[in-house]
């Protein structure tokens, strides 16, 4: 076929928009897988220029990074090492005294259920090691001893405990509001679009496009099914929100054809066995992380119950039972199918 005018002013056209379209705003997404916090956090952002989204997400990892340093139990150095070294407590980093206040604040409204100072019955359990087994139940009576919400407190950054033996466990919050934190470093970046998830603990900020050009909108989330990995159970619809999952679907072993998982009654120092998960969406990741596990352990009535109590607050609860219970404001972030 010979060249035309129009055959090549109308490739000329087609090469032009294509060039335009790559040039948009926004046009850029970064995505960063990492292990971090015994977990793998992937961070995605979006934005105009990939240098200055790349500069973004170091710094965010990097400030991970960091307090993983200040809130594991693995790390000697940390303050949580510290604190379970020392004999009445210690003085802590700002960012340690913030996650103790809200830990407080949670297992105070719920009664005890979330507890900060489970630090040496998650130890007995070993859910860390290589083949955890069912403790026996004198291990677990003096495991409980003289734990609770009363046993730990707080005065500006002097955390006080009330025994030398008090373990302080910050699993059920630590990764919460280490992703609060990436989120805060994005957007001092000038990031407005991203989602950061460590391992079920998610914040998803402003908008996004799923495919290069379309328009933007809100994050689409897809909660899995306890039971049935590859199937959803629902899908949200979020912007500017936490969305956090606790199951006992993640970390568990069987013995005897029983499910042991670890998110534990405090009032026993067993598996909570009210729910096979609970998804917490809230304004903070550190506060979805910790209502998750404090509903998780409630169970559905009473756990529904304690979110009434934090006004951003709203749970998807699959009940032992597998029956879906909701908090009334669920519906607004239910994608209609
Ligand atoms: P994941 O770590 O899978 O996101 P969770 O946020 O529910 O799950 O946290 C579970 C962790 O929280 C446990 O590994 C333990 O460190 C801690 N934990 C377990 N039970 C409780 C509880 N009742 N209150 C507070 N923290 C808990
Ligand atoms: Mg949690």
């Not at 292990?35 to 965010?60: C, Y």
């Not at 090492?81 to 407590?89: E, K, N």
């Not at 949200?236 to 006992?248: L, M, N, P």
């Amino acid at each position: 076929m010979p060249w035309n005018r129009p055959l090549i002013i109308g490739l000329l056209v087609v090469l032009l928009a294509i060039s335009w379209w790559r040039l948009l705003p926004d046009d850029q997404e970064i995505r960063r897988s990492q292990l971090l916090m015994g977990t793998v956090v992937e961070i995605v952002v979006g934005g105009e220029s990939s240098d200055k989204l790349e500069a973004a997400v170091d710094a965010a990892v990097a400030e991970m990074t960091r307090l993983d340093q200040l809130l594991s139990r693995h790390h000697q150095k940390s303050d949580l090492s510290r604190l379970s070294r020392s004999d009445t407590g210690t003085e802590v980093n700002v960012e340690t005294a913030e996650v103790i206040t809200l830990g407080l604040d949670v297992a105070q409204r719920s009664g005890g259920a979330f507890d900060l100072t489970l630090g040496r019955l998650k130890v007995l359990w070993g859910f860390d090691r290589e083949n955890p087994t069912v403790p026996d139940q004198v291990a677990l009576t003096a495991a409980l001893e003289g734990i609770g919400p009363t046993a730990l407190s707080l005065q500006g950054q002097e955390v006080n405990k009330r025994s030398l033996q008090l373990q302080v466990d910050l699993g059920g919050i630590a990764k919460g509001y280490a992703v609060d934190r990436a989120i805060a470093v994005l957007k001092e970046h000038g990031v407005t679009s991203a989602a950061v998830n460590a391992g079920g603990d998610m914040y998803l900020l402003g908008l996004h496009s799923e495919l290069q050009g379309r328009p933007e909108r809100p994050w689409r989330i897809g909660i899995q099914h306890p039971r049935h990995k590859e199937t959803l159970l629902e899908t949200v619809q979020v912007s500017d929100r936490a969305v956090v999952t606790s199951g006992d679907y993640e970390r568990f072993f069987e013995e005897d054809g029983v499910r042991y998982h670890h998110i534990f009654d405090p009032q026993t120092g067993l598996p909570a066995r009210g729910c096979q998960s609970v998804t917490i969406i809230a304004d903070s990741v550190a506060l979805a992380d910790a209502l998750a596990t404090a509903v998780f352990v409630l169970g559905p009535a009473a756990g529904l119950q304690l979110l009434t109590q934090y006004p951003t607050a709203e749970g998807l609860v699959v009940a032992a039972d597998g029956t879906l219970h909701s908090s009334s404001g669920w519906t607004n972030y239910r994608v209609t199918p």
